[in-house]
């Protein structure tokens, strides 16, 4: 049997729940740090780490799951969608979203969650970025434009914009969102086809990789089309302050990074888990100072 140290004590103890983020790749993930350092503040003793994992791979990763040798795992790109065929039980977000991020283990069943929804719920929440009725333009048509889109029609935006260099994607994505929201307004666009009306007023969310380390300096949305009356979000976590982020902050727009919706993913990945409101006891100033150092 393996031997983990306890947190609190230093001991090892076969007790110790163990938890992981799959994907290809995943050594630049931040997950672990994160719940490392919720486990530690908190007192669980339990373990987070990264696997490396092909979706051929992924079998061997449910035997750990149903033998309880793993308890729970996040899942990343590009598993998120090639995953749910091996589940048991899938939410109505996930069958909304088609993409699952979080899975849990109960009497050897395997529960499939999509919790990067409620992470940008929440982070839009406590930045008290109100989108009922808004407009919003998102920017990419990936995975994560799934997840964002559908927390905004949850949320009631009234009116979509999606820009995204492949338009095949924007319209999967424009489908997708109707079929879940048919009564919002979507439109695939450019940056140039956009009024002035439209660009004020607009809530901006950058859901592309464009601005991820290492291409600190790039950004998807050209420069002059940022306006300081608009609301910007980029889900990029990794700068902290990407290209995007620092132009809207040096015209004076309302603007939010990534990361608070990082944690608010993991944070309800905890309470999936635990089955307990452990996202309650953690203090999200602390955290978010603390893993910014590793953006
Ligand atoms: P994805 O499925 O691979 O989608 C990538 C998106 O970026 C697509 O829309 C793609 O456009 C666009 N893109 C990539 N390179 C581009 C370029 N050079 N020019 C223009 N567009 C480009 O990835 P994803 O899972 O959606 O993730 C996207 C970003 O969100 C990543 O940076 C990821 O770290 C971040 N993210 C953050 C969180 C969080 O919790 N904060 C959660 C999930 C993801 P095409 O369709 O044309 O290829």
Redo the contacts with the bound molecule.
Sequence with gaps: MCKFRNIKTGESTAAMKRFAVIGNPVAHSLSPRLHKYVFKKLGIDANYSAIQCTEKQFPEIIDRLRSGQLNGINVT?PLKQSVIPYLDVFDKHVKAIGAVNCIAVKNRKLFGHNT?WI?FQKALENAKIQVDGATCIIV??????RSVGYALGMNNVKKFIII???TK?AEDLKQLILSIFPDVKIDISKWCELDLEVLYQALIVN????G?VPNVNDC?VPEKYLLPSQTIID????PFRTKLYRVGQSIGTKTLS??P??IH?ALASFDIWFNEPISEKVQMDELQDFLKQYC
């Design positions: 790109l990067d992470g990419g048509a990936g995975g994560a434009a995204n260099r492949t994607r859901c592309t990789s464009v991820m998807p889900i990029i976590y990794s990534g990361l919706m990082l993913q």
